[in-house]
């Protein structure tokens, strides 16, 4: 038997929830992409890295760094979704999985609906890759625009998929929250930024990604994440005091009610 979890992790309400998480921690890492912009940290960082000689970027064919931060990373919110979705789906034949479905469905939603929102705002911003500008071996000069109906002009960068990815990972600590395992959710909050930093460098080293792009994508996953997990969290919690999440126990005492439903 394993050993008993915590007996309840306290729900937000939703006026905490939507001030911290939906639009507190977005707008911090919305504004700290716009300040790298804006500030020319962007271009800063991008020049520091590009080689004059090589008129490249050093790392831009790297072999290995093709492979893991360009190639296989991709996998991880597919992966990630997947294994939601399969979570959702034995839960109608596992009754000890119930709790677990609400969590599992909003988590594949972030992935996948984070993917294609990712995939589509590249039409519709101009902030190229580093690469692709003409101070920096390129072809296009630096935009004097942010966004543009004409996807002939979109930069064809902006948020970073890959670094969407990594950020995907975000998705654990508001699963770990609903569920109510403390280790999980502050785990996934390390694994998610973690993820997201290490992929987010990658790309930023081959000169494909601005830093600013990376942190958009942050905050666009951030936000998605937090508002789909919403309805989870803050269910039954109109206002006032804080109710709780029961947390998950997935053993029990021989003959309760919690093993005969498994039968």
Known sequence: MSPPLSPAVARPTPVFYLCTHVLGVTAILACLAWWANASGLDLAVARALFNPALDDFPLHTNRWLELVGHRMVLTLPISLGLGAVAVAAASYRIPAWRSLRAPALA????????????????????????????????????????????????????????????????????????????????????????????????????????????????????????????????????????SSVVSIRFGGRRGSHGEKAGT
């Open 107 to 242: 988590l594949a939603l972030t992935c996948i609906v984070g993917q294609l929102a990712i995939t589509q705002l590249k039409h519709y911003t101009t902030l190229p890759r580093p690469y692709d500008l003409d101070s920096l071996g390129g072809y296009t000069p630096y935009p004097q625009t942010w966004w543009t109906w004409d996807r002939g002009r979109a930069g064809g960068a902006l948020p970073s998929g890959h670094a969407g990815a990594g950020y995907s990972m975000l998705t654990l600590y508001f699963a770990g929250w609903a569920v109510g395992r403390s280790g999980w959710r502050w785990g996934g909050l390390a694994l998610g930024a973690l993820a997201g930093i290490g992929f987010s460098a990658v790309r930023i080293l081959q000169g494909a990604h601005f830093l600013s792009q990376t942190l958009w994508s942050a905050a666009l996953m951030w936000l998605l994440a937090a508002l789909f997990f919403w309805p989870v969290l803050c269910a039954g919690t109109p206002g006032g005091r804080p």
